[in-house]
């Protein structure tokens, strides 16, 4: 077992298992978290003996999304301050939110994400990138930021996971879908007792490392080209374009580039506190 300082990466067999680590913040994502798990990721790709790579987290909640409170977020923020203007902003979200969940969505493995209790914004960017999604049956999903006056998160699967019809709806009303819901939309394979979410991803997990590794990898590669010739990869570039927009336009009425939100005013917005 490799132990970075967010996350635990494991191999079981066939199957490497990366896990979130940061249950005190519900797994809030801040760039160091982002950064160890991209390393996690290619530990897993250049391993030959890995055939299948597994995403789940530890504590109560998959993923609270990107980290916008915790005193370590702001440290970080503050010890790598980004370029002025709307600039900065730009080439980090780029990089290291855009940048990194199309790489993982377009590794040539297998991909499976575990998810329970709360999936929110940042938190679907980590599951959707994944070729399958196994949901507990407490998981919730919710994309809230057009509190934060931004349309969308910098991944922006919503139409392609939802439909066009309900994904206008929960952008619009930042409500939650719980897991029989995200199932019966097609964004979730399967929904599972949560105290089975582990010993059924696994299971599905090692059955799909039997098959032959490279026609996996060409089977994924097939669906995922189709998609973007459907325009899924230019529409997700012409989204963030509006999503950098966004941020640019709450910074110059509000001074902040999320509308001075942060995790609290969120959770009591959301009611999720
Ligand atoms: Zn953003």
Not at 181 to 187: I, S, V
Not at 248 to 273: N, P, Y
């Amino acid at each position: 077992m490799s132990n970075f300082k967010y996350i635990l990466y494991d191999k079981q067999d066939a199957v490497a298992v990366i896990s979130l680590n940061r249950p005190e913040t519900r797994n809030a994502q801040h760039e160091p978290l982002l950064r160890e798990l991209d390393q996690a990721f290619s530990l897993g790709e250049k391993d030959d003996e890995v055939r299948v790579i597994v995403l789940r987290a530890n504590g109560p909640s998959f993923s609270s999304g990107h980290d916008i409170g915790s005193a370590e977020a702001k440290e970080y923020h503050k010890a790598h301050p980004l370029k002025p203007g709307a600039e900065g902003r730009y080439w980090s979200e780029a990089d290291k939110f855009l940048g990194l969940t199309r790489r993982w969505r377009d590794l040539p493995k297998p991909t499976i994400a575990a998810v329970q209790g709360w999936c929110i914004a940042g938190g679907l960017m980590l599951a959707w990138p994944c070729d399958l999604i196994i949901a507990a049956d407490d998981a919730k999903f919710s994309d809230p930021v057009v509190r934060m006056g931004i349309g969308g998160v910098e991944y922006f699967g919503h139409p392609w996971e939802f439909g066009a019809r309900k994904a206008k709806e929960l952008l619009f009303t930042g409500e939650f879908i719980d897991a029989q819901e995200a199932h019966r939309l097609g964004m979730v394979n399967r929904v599972v007792p949560r105290a089975k979410l582990d010993e059924e991803t696994l299971a599905l997990a090692r059955k799909i490392a039997e098959m032959p590794p490279f026609a996996l990898a060409m089977a994924k590669k097939a669906v995922n080209h189709t998609l973007d010739a459907m325009g899924q990869r230019e529409a997700m570039e012409a989204v963030f374009s509006w999503h950098q927009l966004a941020h640019a336009h709450s910074q110059l009425v509000s001074g902040s580039a999320i509308m001075g939100m942060d995790a609290q005013k969120m959770k009591q917005k959301s009611g999720t506190a």
